[in-house]
């Protein structure tokens, strides 16, 4: 149906789109060290050598490990697998809380305790209205 | 083959069309705004910011399929050669590009209150902008070459490389630790957004759809004006 052409061309855009995909995958994956936005406090135990780099840590702040005294704020990042104390002193965002998505920004100072600079509220991904969320805590 | 797309008997329809397409997007927009600001309930987390979800989301979606439709229309007019679908590509890449724009800039607003900054280097928001750049990359290119077959392969390799983006913007969020939160509309497993939120989301996306579909019909109009007076029947 198709001329001799047209299918060549076909075959050629199939050629360089996969030539293409192929080559970016490597690109990122040899990558996936930077393009990850946070470590987890998993990945941080894994952490050959300790530098002082800044960097980013993400997980869930556990519950009830929110300590606010005078001019700090204590928390632990824990991914249910293990956990990491984190230091800060500054503003929270507003959906900053126990047992939600948090990602802190800082210094390693030893395996388990960071020191942060920024801290930031990472949400999920659950829309709902209060009574709903309300319902759904009852049941 | 192709002797419907020929830009004559196009132009008769697509001259008509935009004032049905305006009154139509008028109507749907009015309705999604009032759901999307006045009756949606608030989220129990983000109160009432979770409404800049109602622009963000559709503006996103819109954009990633407008880039994803240039793709195949230039491809198809590569394989094809038929040079009405680089038009219709052509015409539909501005309004691709201001709901790129949009959903950047309406996820900076959001992120401020959530989040807690304006920008963040991660994965989904960086590969978000790429596509921008893509998109203005493609618009220049049409107005830097004045040889046809130039402007047509130069504009075929620019989406050839831009939709590799694409599936990397939509899987950014699994594939990699992410400030920004996963999918919440998901077609083969249940979605994680309440249904009273799901229809206004809906809706816009239907308005700003035909907001595009508008723009789109103005430009490739202007475009298809453009050759008769060249004195050309055909491109």
């Known amino acids: 149906m198709y001329g001799r ?108 305790y960071f020191e942060a600079s920024k801290i930031l509220a990472k949400h999920d991904e659950n829309y709902m209205p209060p009574e709903v969320k309300k319902a759904l805590e009852e049941k | 083959m192709f002797k419907i797309f020929e830009p004559n008997k196009i132009f008769s329809i697509t001259s008509r069309a935009p004032k049905y397409v305006l009154i139509l ?98 994965a989904r928001i960086t590969s978000m902008l790429i596509l921008a750049i893509f998109y203005l990359m493609y618009l220049v290119a049409w107005r830097i070459y004045d040889d046809r077959d130039k402007i047509i392969k130069v504009t075929t390799l620019i989406t050839l490389l831009g939709i590799i983006n694409v599936p990397i913007i939509k899987y950014s969020v699994d594939w990699w630790n992410t400030l920004h939160q996963p999918a919440s509309i998901n077609i083969l497993s249940k979605s994680t957004i309440h249904s009273s939120m799901l229809f206004p989301l809906l809706i816009m996306t239907a308005a700003f759809a035909l907001f595009s579909l508008l723009i789109f019909l103005m430009k490739y109009n202007t475009e298809l004006i453009k050759i008769k007076n060249k004195g050309l029947d055909r491109l």
Do not use: C
């Open chain 2, 25 to 122: 997007f008028v109507l749907v927009l009015s309705i999604g705004l009032v759901e999307a600001l006045i009756i949606s309930p608030q989220d129990y987390k983000q109160s009432h910011s979770v409404r800049i979800m109602y622009v963000h989301v559709p503006a996103a979606w819109i954009s990633l399929g407008i880039f994803s439709s240039i793709t195949i229309l230039s491809l198809s007019g590569y394989i094809f050669k038929n040079n009405n679908f680089f038009l219709v590509a052509k015409s539909l890449a501005p309004s691709g590009l201001v709901f790129n724009i949009i959903a950047l800039v309406t996820g900076s607003i959001w992120g401020k209150p959530t989040w807690g900054t304006w920008w963040a280097w991660d």
């Open chain 1, 5 to 112: 052409k047209v299918k060549l061309r076909f075959f050629f855009i199939v050629l360089i789109l996969l030539s293409l995909i192929l080559s970016v995958f490597l690109i990122l994956k040899s990558l996936e060290e930077n393009v990850v936005y946070f470590k987890s406090p998993s990945d941080v135990k894994l952490i050959g050598k300790l530098e002082n780099k800044k960097i980013r840590i993400g997980g869930m702040v556990k519950k009830n490990s929110i300590k606010i005294s005078s001019n700090d704020i204590n928390f632990i990042i824990t991914d249910f697998k293990n956990e990491i104390n984190v230091i800060y002193s500054g503003a929270v965002p507003n959906l900053f809380s126990e047992g939600k998505g948090v990602v802190a920004e800082g210094y390693l100072k030893d395996r388990s």
